[in-house]
C-alpha cells in the first residue's frame, strides 16, 4: 500500500476535523433549535412570540444546505492553507537537505521562522557547516599525510644512495687490505682512513635517523625569553667563528619574550647559524639580529644562484661549492631547517644580501612573540 506524502495526510486530517466539527454542529443546531422560543417583531413594532416546532424546524432546514455548502467551502480552503503553511517549511528542509546528501558547499535551509520549524533549519545549517569544516580539514589532512609519506620515501631513497657510496669505499678499502694489494698493505695508513670513515658513516647515520624522527614527535609551545635563548644558541658559534678568524655579531633586544615550541625552534636556528658559520671564509662577517618581528641571520659569502637555493633544502642535496668543501656537510640541515619551520607553521625566506655579497636567512615569529 501506498503511503500518502505529508500535504495530503495533513490535509486530510485538517479537514476530516473541520468537516466533524461542522457536522456536529449542524446536528446540534438542526436538533436544539426547534426547542427554542423565537421572538419577531412585524412592521407595527408588535412582538409576536413563535414557539411552534414545525416552523423552526422548517426553517433550519432550508438554512442547513447552504450552511452546510459554506462550511464545506471554508473548511477546504482552511485545510488547504493550513496543510500548505505547515508542508513549505519542511519541504524546503528536505529539499536542502537532499542537496546536502551531494555535498553541495553552497546548500542551506531557507526557513526563516521563529518557531520549532525555523530552528530547526538553523540547526540543520549549522550541522551541515560543521560536516564541510570537519570534512575540508580530513582532506588536508589526508594531502598532509600523502605529502609525508612521499617525502618519507623520497627521504629514505636518498639517505640509502647517499650511504651506498661511504660503504662501498669501505668496502673495497677493507677488501684491499684483507688481500694485501699494493699499497693497502700499509695498515698503519689505511686503518686510520677506514676508522675516519666507519665515524663519518655512523654520524651520517645518527642524523638520518635523528632527521626521520622530525614528524613523529611534536612539542607543546613553551614561554620563553628570545633573546636570552639565542644567546644561548649563538655562545658555542661564537667561539668557532674566532677560532675560524671569522666576525661574529649579536644584536638582540634586552628582552624579548615569546610563546613556542623551544626545542624545535632552537634546532632549526642552531642548523642556519652552523651553516652560515661553515659557510664563511675567514675575516668575513656572520650576523643574527632581531628586525620587529622577524630573526635574521647573514653571513658574507659568494651568493647562492638561485637556481640552487630551493633544492638547498632538498635532503642530501649538496651543490658543487659545498662539495668541494671538506667540511661540506651531508646535506641535511637545511632540510632539517624546512622541516622543523614548516611544522611550526614559521614562514620563513633565503635570499641574496641587496648590498653586501652574501645570503640572509629571514624567520617571521611574528606569531609567536607576546608583547609587553
Do not use: W
Not at 446540534?28 to 416552523?55: C, G, H, K, W
Not at 668557532?240 to 626545542?263: K, N, R
Amino acid at each position: 500500500m501506498k503511503r500518502l506524502k505529508l500535504f495530503p495526510k495533513i490535509f486530510l486530517y485538517t479537514l476530516a476535523i473541520m468537516l466533524f466539527i461542522v457536522v456536529i454542529s449542524h446536528g446540534l443546531i438542526y436538533l436544539l433549535a426547534p426547542q427554542m422560543q423565537l421572538a419577531l417583531t412585524t412592521r407595527d413594532n408588535i412582538v409576536v412570540s413563535i414557539n411552534e416546532a414545525r416552523f423552526v424546524t422548517e426553517a433550519v432546514a432550508k438554512a442547513l444546505p447552504v450552511s452546510l455548502g459554506c462550511s464545506l467551502l471554508i473548511s477546504l480552503v482552511c485545510s488547504l492553507l493550513f496543510s500548505k503553511a505547515v508542508t513549505d517549511p519542511i519541504k524546503k528542509i528536505s529539499a536542502s537537505t537532499g542537496k546536502m546528501m551531494k555535498l553541495d558547499r553552497v546548500a542551506s535551509c531557507p526557513v526563516c521562522s521563529k518557531d520549532e520549524i525555523g530552528i530547526l533549519a538553523q540547526n540543520v545549517n549549522k550541522l551541515y557547516s560543521n560536516l564541510l569544516s570537519t570534512i575540508e580539514h580530513l582532506e588536508q589532512e589526508k594531502v598532509n599525510v600523502q605529502d609525508m609519506e612521499r617525502a618519507k620515501v623520497d627521504f629514505l631513497r636518498a639517505a640509502s644512495h647517499e650511504l651506498k657510496t661511504p660503504v662501498t669505499a669501505l668496502n673495497a678499502t677493507l677488501e684491499n687490505m684483507v688481500l694485501g694489494v699494493g699499497k693497502y698493505q700499509d695498515y698503519a695508513v689505511y686503518l686510520p682512513e677506514c676508522k675516519e670513515m666507519v665515524e663519518q658513516l655512523s654520524g651520517m647515520i645518527q642524523e638520518i635517523l635523528e632527521t626521520s624522527k622530525l614528524n613523529l614527535t611534536a612539542e607543546s609551545p613553551a614561554r620563553v625569553d628570545l633573546s636570552e635563548l639565542l644567546t644561548e644558541l649563538c655562545e658555542p658559534y661564537q667561539l668557532i667563528a674566532t677560532a675560524h678568524q671569522l666576525t661574529f655579531s649579536l644584536y638582540l633586544p634586552e628582552q624579548c619574550p615569546a610563546v613556542l615550541p623551544v626545542g624545535p625552534f632552537s634546532k632549526a636556528v642552531s642548523n642556519i647559524v652552523a651553516n652560515a658559520v661553515a659557510y664563511t671564509e675567514a675575516g668575513k662577517a656572520v650576523s643574527v639580529y632581531m628586525d620587529g618581528d622577524r630573526l635574521i641571520i647573514e653571513n658574507e659569502c659568494e651568493p647562492i644562484p638561485e637556481s640552487e637555493v630551493s633544492r638547498l633544502f632538498e635532503p642530501f642535496y649538496r651543490p658543487d661549492f659545498s662539495r668541494s668543501r671538506e667540511d661540506g656537510g651531508n646535506g641535511l640541515g637545511l632540510y632539517i631547517v624546512d622541516t622543523l619551520l614548516k611544522s611550526m607553521n614559521i614562514p620563513y625566506s633565503f635570499e641574496p644580501l641587496e648590498t653586501l655579497l652574501g645570503m640572509r636567512f629571514t624567520i617571521s615569529i611574528q606569531p609567536y612573540i607576546r608583547k609587553t
